[in-house]
């Protein structure tokens, strides 16, 4: 009755498409001169862009570890035979210190806070100059770089011994190190959201900021590697045995955070549009006049509504090339969502899109791939020693 | 037991087992079947080979329709109906109506779920199958596996049915048949108790409306002062023999401050005896203009020629330039004041006693001012 | 400890136990007689539920004047016991719906034990804010939008009503859920009780339930769209009560991590009050094997992290007061930790930041008096949450003048303790009347009950 070559692992690896080395290098290429441009033209917007690009790598990078971890803590099984998708996607992490630093070069043009005589002048400013001010925010910057980083080459380290060692025990510390790392990433992915992000309108506050980010942070990074999935099994580069059940919760989990992140937003836009007090509105009416209306309908369906409908059914979640397809919409719906929270600082008047963002989103994009396709080449696609891989495998519904 | 067959059942141990049988019956190509087991096992969707499920869709339109139903009512009451600017906000505030819409949508969407699935996909309830109250019965809802080839299957043969059973090592193969009445059952929604049942309902339902409606919305179970111990007017009091709370005054009793008219109906002598006390000068006769065109020139017009503001919707006053009052005594129209005149009625709340004789002085005035005296001149 | 083996599944109900011996376990409660410490409990639940009914009667009688709200604490007791019993009933959602959607499948031997506590807690928080509204006898007329002379209707941009939609549809939902669960064991005890009464009433409640596949398809799916439904369900009622305080501009309330907040803090003290009432559950039915350590040890893995969450939401508030540079924001934290109320911030806070924290060592995790002690402690620390939020800032509002301290009266003290009163008093009647544990949910996850995949 039941085939005995069932209970082995088949994995044999394999490289990667060339299609897709080919396309990362391309994005990365083309958008690397356009940036480079964009830096001879205009520095200002440019850094404005830039602060995108960092959020979006992080978003990606920071939010594939916080899926190896939770997968790590929750003891979840059906994620195992992916769990090394994540950790190689983690691994753009090391890149984001080193797109910190053209924005780190120009930071008087970013953050108006910077500047010391308007902060003299202005009570709310210098009250808030004991944190907003650039000793301690080069600190802080540098500690959540360390803190990733750390984490980072701790986790993967661990699950890469596995694969050769099988050694169960390095599961378990791995579950100690995730358990560790959850609090100080909840602290870092707040903080880091609020220096780069929403101190750019130094007088604007919003305690749910932190959240927020978390929210497009983890749906970015999930959409990642359930693109990533999809695709390289279907180009039958992963290990046999996976099936629908897979997929689904992939889809499954993808439409909570459709959801999740749309209860977010929601609940932070509504609270200040129904208490409606000045020293907070001003950061939607930004947002609500002129070109940025469009822009911010235009999101709304993009980030939120498209998605809903077109997860919402059960075949849905489960047909690989509608998820391909809405993977990738998610992506450019979380850079958008980057997009709507820097860009009206840098022109409130309306919506600024031309060569320079086209440059920065292929960048962005480019720089994912990249790292991912090289990282690849040295390191098996799924953790072959995990103990929990072919329960994963096996997982049905 | 009558003799008609329902059904034929296999009992089997293991859900491994039971899969296979599953399979092999649906593969054999019989289609009134079913599986019986305690609690869901996995693929066996698959190996019935059941086709997927089309309660998804109810729940999709009861959703919608919570939407539109939510916003709809939303939107008519507070931007239509009776609109109503609450906090600066639109009549219309989109993100305020939002928590509410998802919770109607909500509740229309598994409400109406779980309506459908037991009333209408699985005709629930029915204590009154075949298989209920058999041994088979109480195997499956405790720890067996059980599968069962209905007799109207199209390809049902009792032989063979048997020997299939057999051949996939069911450990009980027994036949069930109808009993009397399921035989006969039909699903009766006329059904005498049923109705019985939705009357009783209707008048509990109606009973208990009413009662709250009526009396419990209006008990009143703190008083602070809606209840003293004064005596209210019309109410009922002990303190008199007739029950009453307010006795008649005794027959002559004036009040205070009031002077009875002497004359009423007894306009003549009025004429003659009652004589103007107030010797006109300048204010008295400011404040006979004054009354006169407050409550007199309404009707009598302000010149007192009775061209009436309110013309056409009574009969028109007379004139009071007529021969007849420039000849009547001020007592006379005093009378009339006091006491009306055909159409028009006592005007003794309106004015005092002396702003009468005022008025009275000033209607001299106007007389005089068309009819002069030559001494006038 | 040895350590455990990851490659094997770990099992949700210990040692095998073969189906009927299940059903046997569960049903037992129901079959026997109460014994006498069943009527001990009882009547103890029944002693402070009969405090509770004086007290509402004498709101009833002489209005909640009886009750320590002043000017301008407007809100008191009645909100803070509302929001609490409301979040409480959140962690039975969260185990039924949400864990489900996860495949926990160590959700089975807990899922319907807390669904009950949900439908009861609901129970329990919808009776303040009803009392609140003053005349509770005309309460539906107030709430419900219907059609009527005055032609006026209900005011739906509320945050006041939007909790009468939330609640009533949660009620319903939990309640639809719960049922739904409860056909197949009624259907169950239907064929195994020899008792004539009882055959009729569980004939009537299983509605002639067969165990058919053809059903359990249709059943697993509805199972799967009402947890899907009950999800973001659960969230938006615990969001909704945070909306009535924080659509407001009052300092300390008007903050936007209020809704992800509220819900984090619900499902805390919702988790801790499940997992004390198991802890009796299991010891007094002998459902070891069902409900066992394994599963009390996830529990408070679960309250240590939501733990974190609203210890990460008090830190956010008050950073984001400093932060704002507004004024009123500011003093209104400071009040709140160094004020009048400064003991009820310090309960709050250690109570729900630094006590759960033990839950670090796995020592404490796996025994049963630790957790039970920790677990009574981030009850009492939750209820003190809404305590402080809804009282503190309420008394020092932005009108120095009109500041007042808020006392409560022995009313407000008689409405608590009977609302535990009555909680309990359900949840005991419960656990005689209806099987605590699903029969066929737990049948489907013991060892070998499902077949080994391969022949596909």
Redesign the interface.
């Known amino acids: ?3 005995v070559t ?1 209970n082995e692992i088949e994995y044999i690896k394999k490289d990667l498409p060339p299609f897709f080395s080919k396309l990362a290098y391309g994005l990365t290429a083309v958008g690397l001169i356009l940036v480079i441009f964009a830096y001879l033209t205009d520095p200002t917007r440019s850094a404005f862009n830039n602060i995108i690009l960092l959020m979006f790598v992080t978003s990606i990078g920071l939010g594939s570890l916080f899926l190896v971890t939770i997968e790590y ?2 003891g ?3 994620s195992t035979p992916f769990r090394r998708i994540a950790e190689t996607l983690a691994s753009v992490l090391l890149i984001v210190p080193v797109l910190a630093i053209p924005i780190y070069l120009n930071l008087h043009e970013v953050y108006h806070w910077t500047h010391l005589n308007v902060v003299a002048n202005d ?2 400013l210098s ?2 100059s004991p ?1 907003l001010n650039q000793s301690f925010f080069t600190i802080r910057i540098i500690g959540y770089f360390v803190i990733w980083i750390l984490f980072y080459f701790l986790i993967t380290r661990n699950s890469q011994k596995q694969d050769i060692s099988k050694d ?2 390095l ?2 510390k791995n579950i100690k190190l995730s ?1 560790i790392f ?2 100080f990433f ?2 870092t992915v ?1 903080f880091s959201a609020i220096d780069w992000m929403m101190s750019l309108e130094p ?1 604007w ?7 927020y980010y978390f929210a497009g942070t983890f749906l970015s990074s999930l959409a990642l590697v359930t693109f990533l999935v999809v695709y390289l099994h279907e180009n039958g580069m992963f290990v046999k045995g996976i099936v629908t059940d897979h997929y689904y ?1 992939f889809g ?1 989990l993808l439409y ?1 955070f459709i ?1 999740f992140w749309a ?2 937003a ?12 000045p ?1 907070e509105t001003f950061w939607f009416i930004n947002r609500w006049e002129g070109s940025w209306l469009i822009f911010t309908i235009i999101f709304i369906f993009v980030h939120f509504i498209v998605p809903f409908f077109a997860l ?3 075949p849905a979640k489960t047909n690989g090339k509608r998820l391909k397809f809405m993977t990738i919409w998610l992506l450019v719906a979380h850079f958008m969502d980057l997009y709507f929270l820097v860009i009206p600082t840098f022109s409130p008047n309306g919506v600024s899109l031309g060569w320079i963002e086209l440059g920065f989103f292929l960048l962005s994009f480019g720089i994912v791939f990249l790292v991912f396709s090289i990282k690849s080449k040295s390191i098996n696609l799924i953790p072959l020693g ?3 891989l ?2 994963g495998i ?1 997982f ?2 | 037991m009558s003799e008609k067959l329902y059904s034929y059942t296999a009992l089997f141990n293991s859900p491994n087992e039971i899969i296979h049988a599953a399979k092999v019956v649906a593969e054999k190509g019989y289609t009134k079947f079913d599986v019986n087991t305690p609690y869901p096992v996995h693929g066996m969707d698959d190996a019935m080979k059941l086709p997927p499920s089309k309660l998804g869709f109810v729940t999709l339109f009861a959703g919608l329709g919570g939407i539109v139903l939510a916003l709809l009512m939303m939107g008519w009451m507070m931007g239509i109906d009776y609109p109503v600017v609450i906090g600066g906000k639109p009549f219309f505030p989109l993100p305020a109506f939002i928590p509410i819409t998802f919770e109607i949508t909500v509740l229309l969407a598994t409400l109406t779920t779980v309506a459908a699935l037991l009333f209408i996909f699985f005709k629930l309830p029915n204590n009154k199958h075949p298989l209920h109250d058999t041994n088979y019965m109480k195997n499956v809802s405790s720890d067996k596996y059980g599968i069962y080839i209905e007799a109207v299957d199209p390809i049902f043969n009792e032989n063979e049915v048997k020997e299939l059973f057999k051949n996939l090592h069911a450990f009980v193969v027994e036949p069930i048949y109808f009993d009397k009445e399921e035989v006969n059952f039909k699903p009766a929604i006329a059904e005498p108790k049923l109705l019985a049942f939705l009357v009783g309902v209707a008048i509990f339902v109606s009973v208990s409306a009413y009662l709250h409606l009526n009396k419990l919305l209006y008990i009143v179970p703190f008083s602070w002062m809606d209840k003293q111990e004064k005596v209210i007017a019309q109410s009922t009091s002990d303190l008199f023999e007739n029950g009453s709370g307010m006795l008649k005054p005794v027959e002559g009793t004036v009040a205070r401050g009031f002077i009875p008219y002497a004359f009423k109906e007894k306009p003549e002598e009025a004429g003659k005896l009652l004589v103007n006390p107030i010797i006109p000068n300048k204010e008295n006769l400011a404040l006979g203009k004054n009354k006169f065109n407050i409550y007199c020139s309404p009707c009598h017009g302000y010149l007192a020629e009775g061209d009436s503001r309110l013309r056409g919707q009574f009969p028109n006053p007379p004139s009071l330039h007529s021969e007849k009052v420039r000849s009547w005594s001020d007592g006379r129209i005093y009378h009339v004041i006091v006491d009306g005149q055909n159409v028009m009625p006592s005007y003794i709340s309106q004015l005092s006693r002396e702003e009468r004789w005022a008025v009275i002085n000033y209607i001299r005035v106007l007389q005089r001012s068309l009819n002069a005296k030559e001494s006038d001149l | 400890m040895s350590s455990i083996d990851f490659t094997r599944e770990l099992s949700v109900v210990e040692g095998k136990p073969p189906l009927r011996v299940i059903d046997e376990i569960i049903s037992k409660p129901l079959d026997s007689k109460p014994d006498k410490k069943f009527y001990i409990a009882l009547s103890i639940t029944l002693t402070m539920l009969g405090i509770g009914v004086v007290g509402l009667g004498l709101t009833f009688f002489y209005g909640i004047g009886l009750w320590g709200n002043n000017n301008p604490v407007g809100w008191g007791f009645d909100i803070v016991n509302f929001v609490f019993w409301i979040g409480i009933g959140h962690a039975g959602t969260l185990i039924s719906a949400i864990l489900f959607l996860f495949r926990q499948k160590w959700r089975t031997g807990i899922a319907r034990f807390a669904e009950g506590m949900t439908i009861f807690a609901v129970m329990t928080a919808a009776i303040f804010p009803l009392f609140h509204t003053g005349r509770p006898w005309v309460a539906a007329v107030y709430l419900l939008p219907y059609p009527n002379q005055h032609s006026l209707w209900v005011n739906f941009t509320s945050p006041l009503l939007w909790d009468v939609f939330a609640v009533s549809t949660y009620f319903a939902v939990s309640f639809v859920f719960w049922y739904i669960g409860l056909i197949p064991d009624f259907a169950t005890l239907r064929d195994r009780t020899t008792n004539g009464i009882k055959k009729i009433i569980y004939s009537l409640t299983s509605l002639g339930w067969r165990h058919s596949n053809r059903h359990w398809q249709n059943y697993e799916l509805t199972y799967l769209i009402l947890a899907g439904f009950a999800t973001p369900l659960v969230l938006s009622v615990h969001t909704i009560v945070s909306f009535d305080f924080a659509v407001s501009i009052l300092p300390g309330w008007h903050t936007t991590i209020f809704p992800p907040y509220f819900v984090a803090g619900a499902v805390f003290s919702g988790f801790a009050m499940v997992q004390n009432v198991l802890i009796f559950i299991r010891k007094i039915f002998n459902y070891e094997h069902i409900i066992t350590l394994d599963t009390l040890e996830r529990m408070n893995k679960i309250i240590l992290l939501t733990g974190m969450m609203v210890g990460y939401a008090y830190s956010m508030e008050f950073f984001i007061a400093w932060y704002s540079g507004v004024q009123p924001e500011f003093f209104a934290f400071m009040n709140r930790a160094f004020g009048d109320y400064y003991w009820a911030y310090w309960i709050m806070f250690s109570c729900n930041v630094f006590i759960p924290q033990l839950f670090w060592f796995k020592k404490i995790r796996r025994s049963i008096p630790f957790m039970f002690v920790i677990a009574v402690l981030v009850n009492v620390g939750m209820w003190f949450e809404r305590f402080v939020i809804t009282v503190t800032s309420l008394s020092k509002d932005y009108l120095p003048s009109s500041w007042a301290y808020y006392k409560p009266t022995i009313t407000d003290a008689s409405l608590l303790i009977g609302s535990f009163g009555l909680f309990f008093t359900l949840v005991l009647l419960f656990t005689k009347s209806l099987p605590v544990v699903s029969i066929s949910e737990v049948k489907a996850v013991v060892d070998g009950s499902q077949p080994s995949h391969g022949d596909h």
Do not use: C
């Open positions: 009755m039941s085939s069932h803590i929750s979840a099984v059906w009570e709310i009250h808030k944190y169960q025990s599961t378990k358990a959850i609090p909840a602290i707040t007088h506050f919003s305690t749910i900021y932190g959240v919760s499954a909570g959801n209860y977010i929601f609940s932070q836009f509504m609270l200040i549009w129904y208490a409606n007090l020293e919402v059914s059960q995990d103990p929990k072919k329960r096996d049905r519904l």
